[in-house]
């Protein structure tokens, strides 16, 4: 690999970086890196801030630090994340390897940990799934990431040290509790359907099981596969805890819409490309692959559209205090619209249980 000079390097780092001082930290913490550094915001995701960091001598890392203004702050703990991603950096889930955590927030006005990074493909829209994969490589990264989500579940918390990480009993009450505070907190109007919902499914939760390792944000875009389709890392820690498992899966549903799937709520059209597994397929696959009872999938689909509309709520009131530096009015309408979309079609699904 060609050295990179300093004349190559950019010289104004982004927001969110004091470039002096993590530079510093990195040279001092991370082995082998080399100033002078090179920063740059990853696209994508409208939480945590991910940077991707060059070094001299052409060395790529990840670094991550929470939001410039947030409210929630447990959902931006970044040593919590910097521990998930280090303990199962000894299981089957692939991560990328956690390399340093800096909790002096003198050095970069957050916490903040820098990971290895790690070549692949992010698949964030239907132009790069069809240019990007083929037809085949499309149904292999189907399979690859419901199978990745098993071994997900398929950890013992305790035995790779985070048997700790999050109560073990009443992950949907405890959910529940978490994202309408969270609503109430950052809500922009009164929206009904959100209190309809909550108060009906808290009547209706279905029995969980022994609490797994929960994802709480799995999607196709906080995984990086490669040219073949494998899943070769999991992104995206900051919602993880322990609890039910069928939350992964019912968020999935929402997020996903196959070939010949109808519309989802807010026109992920990522997956629409041929190749791509339906819904059904893909909860066929779950139930095979993890070997768990998937007959209640629908109330946790209607819960998932539920989160959904009280994340994106705070992700349009980060935007409308100007937080996301991100000043469009038409974004501003997109999300709103989402977020109403998401608790319509909650409400909708849950109306048709029985």
């Known amino acids: 690999m060609t050295s990179l000079t300093v004349m190559d390097l950019p010289h104004t780092a982004p927001a969110g970086i004091r470039e002096d001082r993590v530079s510093a930290w990195l040279t001092s913490n991370i082995a082998g890196a080399t100033a002078p550094f090179s ?19 052409g060395n790529r890392y990840v670094l991550r630090r929470p939001p410039l203004s947030h409210a929630l702050a447990s959902a931006h703990d970044m040593g919590r994340e910097h521990r998930i991603i280090s303990a199962l950096h000894q299981s089957q889930v692939p991560v990328a390897p956690a390399l ?84 109430n907190a950052s809500k922009t109007r009164d929206l009904p359907a959100i209190d309809r919902v909550h108060d009906e499914l808290l009547k209706r939760i279905p029995e969980q099981g022994p609490a797994t390792i929960v994802h709480g944000d799995y999607r196709l875009d906080n995984c990086m596969i490669d040219v073949q389709g494998n899943i070769v890392a999991v992104l995206d820690w900051e919602l993880c805890t322990l609890g039910d498992p069928m939350a ?46 998937i007959s209640h999938l629908d109330f946790y689909v209607s819960f998932a559209f539920w989160k959904l509309a009280c994340i994106i709520e705070g992700v349009y009131a980060r935007y409308i205090s100007g937080a996301m530096g991100v000043h469009d009015p038409q974004a501003f309408d997109a999300f709103k619209t989402q977020v109403e979309t998401a608790a319509e079609k909650a409400e909708q699904l849950l109306s048709r249980l029985h």
């Open 39 to 57: 920063f740059e915001l990853i696209a994508g995701g409208h939480s945590n801030l991910t940077f991707k960091v060059t070094d001299a001598l």
């Open 100 to 183: 340093g955590l800096c909790t002096d927030a003198e050095v970069n006005d957050a916490p903040f940990y820098v990971m290895a990074f790690v070549d692949g493909l992010i698949i964030r829209d239907n132009e790069a799934a069809r240019r990007d994969l083929t037809e085949a490589t499309r149904l292999h990264a189907s399979n690859s990431l419901i199978d990745t989500m098993a071994k997900i579940h398929q950890v013992v918390p305790s035995e790779v040290g985070l048997g700790e990480l999050g109560r073990h009993e009443g992950y949907i009450e405890r959910q529940l509790k978490r994202w309408y505070g969270q609503w």
């Open 248 to 293: 992964d899966l019912g968020l999935l549903m929402v997020y996903w819409t196959g070939p010949d799937d109808d519309a989802g709520a807010n026109n992920f059209a990522t997956t629409t490309a041929p190749g791509f597994l339906n819904r059904q397929q893909l909860a066929e696959r779950y139930a095979q692959a993890s070997g768990r009872d």
